[in-house]
Structures are given as C-alpha cells and as structure tokens.
C-alpha cells in the first residue's frame, strides 16, 4: 500500500493558538502522519492508541449488565448473550446496536468494513462486556437493542463506540445530541481520528492548499481534509467564532464552536485575532449545503486548528 507523504506541518506546542491539552485524559496521544500509523496499525488501536487515548474508567458505569459477545455481524452490530437477570423485555440473547456510530456496511462491501469488524472483534475477544441501554429509546426499527460495550483493558474500562470512532473505523451517527450523554467524547474522537487521517479519514492524511480544494471541491465535499489557507479576518457571528479565508472563490470559513465542548478548551487563554494574516491549517469535514453559504470546515476542539509552517 502506498501512503501519503508526511504533512506539513508541525505539531509542536508554539503552532497551536492554543493552550496545550494534553493533560486531560480524554485528549490522548498527538497527531501523527499518515505512514507512520498505517492500516496494521489501525487495527492494533484496539489495544493501543485508540485505547490509550480515551478517558477510560475505574469501572463499568451503574446499571450496565454484563454479557459475552457471540458474533460481531459488522462493525456496529454483535448477538450476544447476557449473563444476569435484565430490565423487562431484553432476552437472555439479544441483537445489539452500538450507539452513536455508523460502521462501514460489509454486505456492499463498503471501504473499511472489514477492519471495523476486526477492530470490535479483538477488542471483545474473551472479555466479558458490560453492556450500557439507551435510557431514551430501547429499540430501533429493526428490534436491535441500542447500547453501550464497555470493556476492561490494561488502561481501564473502555467505551467500544467511543474507540471504534477514535480508530477511524466509523462515522458519527447521533440523532439527538442532547441526549447523548457521550456526544463530546465521540465528537473528540472523530476529530482526533480526522486529525490524524485515520481510516475513513484517509483524505485529511495530506493538507492541501484552499485552491487545491476549490479547483475541484465536489471532490472534497462531506469528506475530511486538512486545508491551508491565510486567515483574512475574524468575526463572531452567530454560528460560532468565525476566520475567513483570503483569496476563496466561494468563501471558504473556519467556524470554531468550542461552547459545545467547552472542557476541552481554555476559553479564557483563546487568542483568535492574531491569526489574522497568519496561514493556518484546518481539520475536519468539508460542509458545502448551498452555493449562498459556501464551504466551511466547523472546528469543535484545540487539535482541528495549527498554525501552518512552511516546509
């Protein structure tokens, strides 16, 4: 397999207008170039990286039941069997459906959908999983249970969802953010996946420059990418803080909304107005809904958003 070559860029502390977050649990290891992940790699984060980087627990949460993991049907869908006493209506053995996630489909087959599988299978190989119910809604239209897996590794208690989206092996799929009691820890993990090209996310492996993406941007549009682009302005505006970039055809923008995750930020320390004139790169997945709005990456956490360095 022929990777990408190393992205420019650096990811020391001076290229970030933010404060460092590496002391916090759920931030996890610092973004890598492509090659030097790889896809072995990838499926190996089921132990390491995508482990390591979560904010893993002392213990299952309360109220979660313990089972055994049959057979994963694809990335985000396993029959398993319970091993105690359940709520009313849950069966000894269950079809389940991870929550917040959107796995690669294998009957198509679509990209990636058989190291999804891979990485949930080696995950749970022969370890007792404690599985979360979804409080809002039991079922989905297909009588599947919707949950949570945790399970213990050598780090602590692990959110399979969460460490599948870290991997890169899934999409974020949440109808109802405010019920999703884990929406910033998965929101985090897809960006650090994108971050570091991972998976899916393959197409932000490389930053492009803004006229590379605008040349051809039906391309790009939906897909992650890591785009370079000198910041002309900044503006607060109703949908977050917002750098403008200098020279775009169609009006491409950084939209930074960190009062949504607000933990991972140090608002206080954030120093947006000396970018201006500044290139900057960006991470995250390209939005273009209609031609009035133009393209804009929405940047949700410190580690989307580097100041660029020439090679």
Known sequence: MVLPQRPRWSSSPSSSPFPSSSSRSSNGASITSAEEVGM?????????LA?????ALAQPPAGSFPATVLVWMDGDTARIRFAE???????????????????????TPEPFAEEAKTFVRNLTAGKTVYVELNPWERRDVHSRLLAYFWVETEEGWVLVNE???RAGLARLLVYYPEREPYYCRFLHAVALAQAEGLGLWGTAATPRFLWEIE???VRYVTQAVAVVFEVSRVGLEPQGWVLWASGSRYGFR????PELCRTFWRLEELDLGRLVGKKVVVRGEL????????PRVTIHFPEQLQIWEEP
């Open 287 to 294: 939005a273009w809904d209609s031609l009035r709005n133009g």
């Open 40 to 48: 072995r790699h990838i499926l190996a984060l089921g132990m390491g």
């Open 51 to 55: 482990v390591g980087a979560l904010g």
């Open 215 to 217: 040349a051809d941007p």
């Open 163 to 165: 460490a599948l989206l």
């Open 254 to 257: 950084a939209v930074l909304q």
């Open 85 to 107: 006493a359940l709520p009313s209506g849950v069966a000894k053995y269950e079809t389940v459906r991870l929550l917040g996630v959107n796995a690669p489909e294998l009957s």
